[in-house]
């Protein structure tokens, strides 16, 4: 089993909509959560960190689930620039931190 | 801009071929990070130095090298190129624990 697994998607949505995405962990003890967004043919950029109780930044929330470890990416009245791979990240329950990335999600905001 | 730079960004090699991918920040980061990226398979780890003057395996080590040259350089090596390491290389580097990285923009490498 994958340490992180995320649909790939693509998730077509139009502009204006709200679009969640999950992504599992299989490693009950891990300690930090991230979602990253990436760009075609570009770097990882930090979009947000996700904590237990939930953190918002504008048109996105995430939120952990510890009990069923997942984690989830809403983002609300969709932007044609949020299209983009999202990809969701964890850091296993080791003494250093080295994150774990699953593959990616693909969300694509059409006009 | 501070922030993480890669050379070159992009290359291609003949098999058996060697090179060395250089990585460099300048935010005082204590540690540094070499990834691949290949389709389907996400960002999968070479190599990580958790302080200057440490460097340890990460999950696909086999057929690389790093070295951690001072605390804003950590370059990574190519002995013998084969075509299975034709990829996306990233380097990154986070400065504290728990906090997420910051990437460079990459070097794609393609080896015939």
């Known amino acids: 089993r994958k340490e992180v697994e995320q649909d790939p998607g693509p998730f077509n949505v139009p502009e204006g909509a709200t679009v969640a995405f999950n992504c599992t962990y299989s490693?009950?003890?891990?300690?930090?959560f991230f979602w990253y967004r990436q760009d075609c043919r570009k770097e990882p950029k930090l979009l947000m960190s996700?904590?237990?109780s939930g953190n918002e930044d504008g048109r996105f929330t995430a939120q952990l689930n510890r009990a069923s470890q997942y984690i989830s990416l809403l983002i609300r009245d969709s932007k044609l620039s949020d299209s983009a791979t999202y990809l969701c990240?964890?850091?296993?329950?080791?003494?250093?931190?080295?994150?774990?990335f699953g593959t990616g999600t693909r969300l694509l905001v059409s006009p | 801009n501070a922030g993480v730079t890669q050379t070159p960004k992009f290359q291609v090699l003949k098999t058996g071929q060697s090179m060395t991918l250089q990585c460099a920040q300048d935010?005082?980061?204590?540690?540094m990070y070499w990834y691949r990226q290949d389709p389907g398979m996400g960002l999968r780890l070479i190599y990580y130095?958790?302080?200057?003057?440490?460097?340890d395996k990460g999950e696909v080590p086999n057929g690389y090298n790093v070295s951690r040259l001072n605390k804003r350089e950590f370059s990574l090596r190519l002995e013998s190129a084969a075509p299975s390491q034709t990829s996306v290389y990233f380097c990154?580097?986070?400065?504290?624990?728990?906090?997420?990285?910051?990437f460079g923009s990459g070097t794609r490498l393609t080896v015939v």
């Open positions: 990240v964890v850091t296993p329950p080791t003494g250093f931190q080295k994150l774990v």
């Open positions: 996700v904590y237990s």
């Open positions: 990154a580097s986070s400065g504290k624990p728990n906090y997420g990285y910051t």
């Open positions: 935010m005082n980061h204590n540690s």
């Open positions: 490693n009950s003890a891990s300690q930090s």
């Open positions: 130095s958790a302080s200057e003057g440490t460097t």
